[in-house]
């Protein structure tokens, strides 16, 4: 099983952001942890109520936000003590704690050594400062070389770094500096998504009223942004940090193990603000269920939203999630999973999708072209029937 641990907590909301992530006095910070801890001692039985199958051995865990490393070493101690305390983590699990450039001290690499933290992601989004701090970042280029320096000191070497494609001041030349300071880091593993534009955030907002705060007047109109996609795959896939995964790259034997299990269907239990957990179920059934979505209804342990995925769901997920991996679908292994015949309500979408150059199909095995690639929410909603509500 993965575990997942959500750190709400933010130096600064960046504008692009729509997490479930926020500014927060400090004074909070210790009750949350307290909270989330109740929660791991807690795990048996709430997988039990849920209808969920549990197993105490974790194979990863994964520290999300929000920046967890804002919180005081005395509280991540706790955390992985707690984590210690009621879960069998596997030798050689994969840790990763997701940091924000410019809040990793000397104490604090330290501590994720001496914890177990075997990876890092560096939320850096751009290493032109003038794009970084127009989002609300505040570390500058300099500052993400540093702390890459300093974790490879302490022994930490698997390193992601994060990118944002369609940043307010983005141009084709500056996003080629970026990609070229990515592969000169040498870091084995890289993510690459590309501006999302809703309501959730208050540059999406702005852009859809037009507005001009934020810097929203100077974001890449949508061509542009997903040329800068394109840009980066070609760029990092010529380098060796291969794209297996819609928004995700890595050097061979760094992908992310505990990505891929929610991109594979294997269990993993979520903890803290909107974390989403999925166990399996007795006859290969399976129930998710999410916690509340703001640290107000958490705290005041609102209940679980929970449904159970029914085998129809579950194969329309092995479709549109294994879509996501360059290595896509094998429907071999759909008709050993499901039956020989339950793919056949789709082949009138895959053979749609390969005529218009979306799906490319060869031996048992669909793919998304890099074209599906950019076009993948509209591939992906031919394989889903309208979901049934997480009933809390």
Not at 124 to 141: I, P
Not at 238 to 251: K, T
Not at 310 to 338: K, M, N, P, Y
Not at 348 to 370: N, S, W, Y
């Amino acid at each position: 099983m993965g575990l997942y641990i959500s750190v709400p907590f933010c130096r600064t909301k960046c504008s692009y952001c729509n997490f479930a992530s926020d500014v927060f006095a400090r004074a909070v910070f210790q009750r949350y942890v307290d909270r989330v801890c109740s929660d791991f001692e807690h795990a048996h039985q709430t997988a039990e109520q849920m209808g969920g199958r549990f197993s105490p051995a974790v194979d990863s865990v994964y520290l999300g936000g929000g920046t967890p490393t804002v919180l005081d070493i005395t509280q991540l101690e706790r955390l992985f003590v707690t984590i210690s305390q009621n879960f069998q983590v596997q030798p050689g699990a994969e840790i990763t704690v997701e940091c924000a450039p410019g809040t990793l001290t000397p104490p604090m690499i330290e501590t994720l050594q001496r914890l177990g933290v075997n990876r890092v992601s560096l939320g850096v989004q751009s290493f032109v400062d003038e794009e970084a701090a127009s989002v609300g970042r505040l570390h500058k280029r300099a500052t993400v070389l540093d702390d890459i320096a300093r974790l490879r000191a302490a022994g930490i070497t698997n390193i992601n770094i994060d990118l944002i494609a369609g940043l307010p001041h983005q141009t084709a030349e500056s996003w080629e500096f970026s990609l070229a300071e990515v592969i000169a880091t040498g870091a084995p593993h890289a993510s690459v998504y590309m501006l999302e534009v809703d309501e959730d955030s208050r540059l999406g907002r702005e852009l859809i009223a037009g507005g001009t705060r934020y810097h929203a007047h100077f974001v890449p109109n949508e061509d542009l942004t997903a040329e800068l996609y394109s840009m980066a795959c070609a760029r990092l896939n010529a380098a060796g940090v291969q794209q297996y995964e819609i928004s995700n790259f890595a050097r061979e034997g760094y992908e992310s193990r505990h990505n891929l299990k929610y991109w594979t269907r294997q269990p993993y239990m979520g903890f803290g603000v909107d974390a989403h957990s999925m166990l399996e179920q007795e006859a290969g059934c399976a129930v998710r269920f999410s916690t509340a979505d703001s640290l107000e209804e958490y705290m005041a342990a609102a209940p679980l939203s929970h449904a159970v995925v029914s085998a129809r769901a579950a194969l329309e997920e092995t479709f549109f999630l294994g879509l996501r991996l360059t290595r896509g679908v094998d429907l071999q292994e759909v008709a050993c999973a499901f039956g020989r015949d339950a793919a056949t309500g789709f082949c009138g979408a895959i053979a749609e999708f390969v005529r218009d150059g979306l799906i490319e199909h060869q031996g048992e095995r669909i793919r998304l072209t890099e074209r599906g690639r950019l076009l993948s929410n509209e591939v992906f909603q031919r394989f889903v029937s309208d979901p049934a509500p997480l009933a809390s």
